[in-house]
């Protein structure tokens, strides 16, 4: 038995890092039926794992957005399908969290062996002020149940482009309203990923455009100062707004909160593609998600992949099928990738 444990969890080490979850319940378990000479083979290996993460080189790993790909899930039946289908995260809604209490959301996600991976910012930023200003009264309390559930990341999408506000005007309204949030997040160790949204469709019949792109957002973040901002890096975004591999060469891990990986339609400019209508990551080719990991790997990102594809195809699959072709097309891109 201790053989067979051992070698488990190496295996689940080498092809899906981080492996937290799974060491803590291979402990508890051990503890639970008296088998106590498996506690030493999860503590070595967890306390490895923590090693690597303090010492900044912990890994990407794959997480789970039920709704991203349109299955509907409450967090047992997301941190379910996740486990079962060789995720180690699974995105979270944090008012879900909050209604669960944290004991019991814990015992969830070490049931399923996932770790909790990221919350959506549950603030609206656009709203009038005394609406923004009750929401971020509120907001501490939100961020001490995601510390106590252990997450670390949220984010949130920036509209690239206005109606009413000029460019200088609406990076104004962002860098103070954005810089607010960040600040409360700070308090309680939480990172703060801003999607910047490439295509050039989404800007097409507006007054003004608004920040599009990779330096641009990295800009505002820098602007804002809270030292705890970055992005949520979207392939499909990073490649609609003319992405290159050398953008890499100006990133860091600090500077990627959350990633998105998605595909493009074929028979499309970057110019003409749709927001709502991509496909799974590697599907068409178009984008190229193996490089656009290994640029990830190249800047040693620790944090959790998310597929978001927006596509019907997806949308109609039964739940299970869908979360099974999602991490087999995140499994290829990996594999091709070099990093699986």
């Not at 959506?120 to 995601?146: I, M, S």
Request: aromatic share 8%; hydrophobic share 40%; glycine share 10%.
């Amino acid at each position: 038995m201790r053989k067979v444990a051992s070698r488990r969890i190496l295996l689940h080490r080498r092809a899906s890092p981080p492996f937290e979850p799974f060491c803590q319940s291979l402990l508890q378990y051990a503890v639970n039926t008296g088998r106590r000479r498996l506690a030493p083979c999860a503590e070595t290996a967890g306390n490895a794992y923590w090693h690597r993460l303090r010492k900044g080189t912990g890994y990407m790993y794959k997480s789970l957005s039920a709704g991203a790909i349109g299955v509907r899930a409450d967090l047992a039946r997301s941190a379910e399908l996740a486990g079962q289908f060789g995720f180690q995260g699974v995105s979270v809604n944090i008012n879900e969290v909050q209604k669960l209490g944290v004991e019991q959301a814990q015992d969830i996600l070490n049931k399923a062996g996932v770790r909790p991976s990221d919350f959506g910012l549950p603030v609206d930023y656009h709203a009038a002020e005394a609406d923004f200003a009750q929401a971020l009264r509120e907001l501490p309390a939100v961020c001490a149940t995601a510390q106590r559930l252990g997450i670390t990341r949220t984010a949130t999408w920036i509209p690239s482009w206005h109606d009413a506000m000029p460019f200088a005007e609406n990076y104004a309204f962002h860098k103070d309203r954005l810089g607010r949030i960040a600040a409360i997040l700070k308090d309680y160790g939480i990172s703060f990923g801003l999607e910047f949204l490439g295509p050039k469709t989404l800007r097409d019949g507006h007054k003004y455009e608004f920040i599009h792109t990779m330096d641009g957002m990295l800009q505002l973040c820098r602007e804002i100062g809270t030292g705890n901002m970055g992005l949520l890096f979207d392939a499909f975004h990073w490649y609609t707004a003319g992405g290159v591999m050398a953008d890499f060469d100006r990133l860091t891990d600090a500077d990627v909160v959350l990633v998105h990986l998605n595909d493009a339609q074929p028979g499309l400019t970057r110019d003409q593609q749709i927001d709502g209508n991509r496909a799974l990551p590697g599907e068409t080719g178009v984008i190229g998600v193996p490089a656009f990991l290994q640029g990830l790997a190249k800047i040693s990102y620790s944090g959790p992949l998310v597929v978001e594809p927006f596509s019907q195809r997806v949308r109609a699959m039964p739940a299970e099928e869908a979360v099974r072709v999602t991490s087999e097309s995140m499994d290829v891109c990996l594999r091709r990738a070099g990093l699986l």
